[in-house]
């Protein structure tokens, strides 16, 4: 298709995007591969679990970035540019106060939540020592989920690139002298990301601190619009929390297949993780696009971004499938894996890379009603598709990650159902700031 005007300004957003949104991913693909060839299976497994842990911990706290972006795209659009930055100082402060939260409450139950997964007694140390130290990290996590929708709002999609590339050099450069050079093991794997976290976090303050100045936005805390950046992001807290629940599930059933399943699993889910934050850069040009246009009145301009952004979505969703079976021969040697564990992961590799177009256009969907602000109907969609899902998952439970992977489309076929009813109607066409 030829590209239009349209076509380059999502580029503009979704190409740095991509960049920034696969920052964390990649954060545990480099610890996945690091300590997979210095410490093997056991360590990848407990690796597993811990990540699983932690990427809930992201994703319950996601809409700090998603509906920051909505709310400062939507009053950008409306032309109340210090309303917008005040909007954006206000989610700082909140990711802050949750982080910490996340501190005093993770550290004790650390133990307690590991068990849950039920991991073999080796995996389940090393999960809590690799949890315990990252956990640490998590005010400067949330601060750079913030930061990002703070300038993604903004229509600034290149500073989160910038900022996501030196992270990650550095929390792969830290990990390999970590765990390869010093022999700290899986605790070192966990410094190092936490370090690179926090890095990126303190270049993000600085951004939004000097915007905030540029429009004299104080700085100091507004509980009344702190509590309100809550209360808007609930909708999609619930929304989060489905996806999670979904994603824990499936974790579950493959740490109790045993050993090589838990392992082929935990390594394919972070290649999914990495393929959706690839499509999710074209759903973050979306919401901040939709934001824009809505709040400037302009429901044509939504409808157009949209369809064309679906476009995108289905084909990149084509490419990215093609990919995955294109680089499945050689993607248990970057993590060490034994024949076992290697037999396992080129068979769930598959269907990762077939459903990745319905991918492409569930996640553009998601990003384009996330920037209009209808985060409602978002959780209650999230609560039907996960009715749908449990039932698939259980008959999956016997039958291998192969099957698992498939109860997973299960649940991605009804996302799409309910997200293309939806934008097909008008409901979510609000407009205004």
Request: proline share 4%.
């Amino acid at each position: 298709m030829p590209i239009t005007t349209q076509d380059r300004e999502i580029l503009r957003l979704a190409v740095p995007a991509f960049g920034a949104l696969v920052a964390e991913p990649l954060f545990l693909l480099a610890d996945y591969a690091i300590v997979g060839h210095g410490m093997g299976t056991t360590a990848v497994g407990a690796l597993g679990v811990a990540g699983t842990v932690l990427a809930t911990v992201v994703n319950l706290c996601v809409f700090l970035a998603y509906g920051t972006t909505a709310s400062v795209a939507r009053l950008t659009g409306a032309g109340q540019h210090a309303r917008a930055m005040r909007s954006g100082v206000d989610g700082l402060w909140l990711a802050i106060g949750i982080g910490l939260a996340v501190i005093l409450v993770g550290w004790p139950l650390a133990p307690a939540v590991v068990g849950l997964f039920g991991a073999a007694p080796d995996q389940a140390v090393q999960a809590v020592v690799y949890l315990r130290i990252s956990l640490l990290g998590t005010p400067g996590m949330l601060v750079v989920l913030a930061g990002t929708g703070v300038l993604r709002g903004l229509q600034n999609t290149l500073a989160p690139l910038v900022v996501a590339i030196g992270s990650f050099a550095l929390n792969a450069a830290l990990n390999a002298w970590f765990v390869l050079g010093l022999h700290w093991g899986i605790a070192g794997s966990a410094w190092g990301t936490v370090i690179a976290q926090t890095a990126g976090a303190a270049v993000y303050l600085v951004i939004v601190v000097r915007g905030a100045r540029a429009r004299s936005v104080a700085l100091r805390p507004d509980w009344a619009g702190i509590g309100q950046a809550g209360t808007a992001g609930f909708a999609l807290l619930v929304r989060t929390v489905c996806l999670r629940v979904v994603l824990i599930v499936a974790t579950v059933a493959a740490t109790r297949m045993g050993r090589p399943e838990l392992a082929a699993y935990a390594i394919a889910t972070q290649v999914w993780t990495l393929l959706a934050f690839a499509l999710d850069a074209i759903a973050i040009a979306g919401q901040a696009i939709t934001g824009r246009a809505l709040g400037a009145g302009d429901v044509a301009a939504t409808r157009a971004a949209t369809t064309r952004m679906v476009r995108w979505g289905l084909w990149s969703g084509v490419v990215l499938g093609a990919l995955v079976l294109a680089a499945r021969p050689w993607v248990p040697g970057l993590f060490a894996a034994d024949p076992q564990v290697t037999a396992e992961l080129l068979a769930v590799l598959w269907p990762v890379a077939l459903f990745q177009p319905i991918c492409g256009i569930v996640f553009v969907l998601d990003g384009v009603l996330i920037g209009a602000g209808d985060q409602k109907y978002l959780a209650w969609a999230g609560v039907w598709t996960t009715l749908a899902y449990l039932p698939a998952a259980l008959f999956a439970a016997g039958w291998g990650i192969v099957a698992l992977w498939c109860a997973l489309g299960v649940w991605m076929i009804a996302r799409l159902i309910t997200l293309v009813r939806r934008a097909a109607g008008t409901a979510w066409l609000v407009t205004g700031a």
